[in-house]
């Protein structure tokens, strides 16, 4: 009895990480094509988007680390989640990498989002107006640091 109560449990967790993903998705997805996040200036969107990614990933791994306290050790459910933990965390690693290594380029600031499902990066750049040369060189930071492939990043200038 106390095995079922335990798989309920961690399945309803499961559920709960995967409906805050969807509305962590469809909130930060609907403030970005807003007329408010476009006026507002570029120093506050990367610190804003910084700190709202900061607090969604902790609140994701702390979901997590409920999981893995629940489940048993080498379960299914354990894997999953500690499977997915791991992944967020090298997420974030590469994209502080990322980000460092464009700023140290010249630009002022950037902003790097590596999709946890897809091998999909999205590069937001604060650039007066942006060059070939220098989205090439995003690119080569891209390609050389990651797995991914060009017509995979999205490169996207904000001034």
């Known amino acids: 009895m106390a095995k079922k ?4 449990i961690l399945s309803c967790m499961v559920a709960l990480l995967a409906v805050t ?10 403030k970005t094509t807003s007329t408010q996040t476009v006026s507002a200036s570029a120093a ?10 900061l607090s ?3 609140e994701e791994l702390l ?17 999953t989640a500690l499977t997915m933990k791991t ?11 990322l980000e460092t290594l464009i700023k140290a ?18 590069v937001i750049a604060k650039s007066e ?5 220098d989205a090439i060189a995003i690119y080569t930071i891209i390609s050389e640091e990651t797995a991914i492939s060009p017509e995979n990043v999205k490169i996207i200038p904000i001034s």
Do not use: C, H, P, W
Request: aromatic share 12%; charged share 25%; glycine share 6%.
């Open 5 to 8: 109560k335990k798989i309920i």
């Open 21 to 30: 993903a969807v509305f962590n998705y469809v909130f930060t997805g609907s």
């Open 44 to 53: 506050g969107y990367f610190a804003q988007y910084r700190a709202e990614r």
């Open 56 to 58: 969604n990933r902790n």
């Open 63 to 79: 979901q997590l680390d409920s999981v893995l306290s629940v489940a048993e050790n080498g379960s299914d459910e354990y894997a």
């Open 87 to 97: 992944n967020i965390t090298a997420n974030t690693e590469k994209e502080m990498l």
């Open 105 to 122: 380029y010249g630009f002022e600031d950037a902003v790097v989002v590596i999709g946890l499902d897809s091998e999909n990066v999205n």
């Open 129 to 133: 107006n942006l060059t070939t040369d």
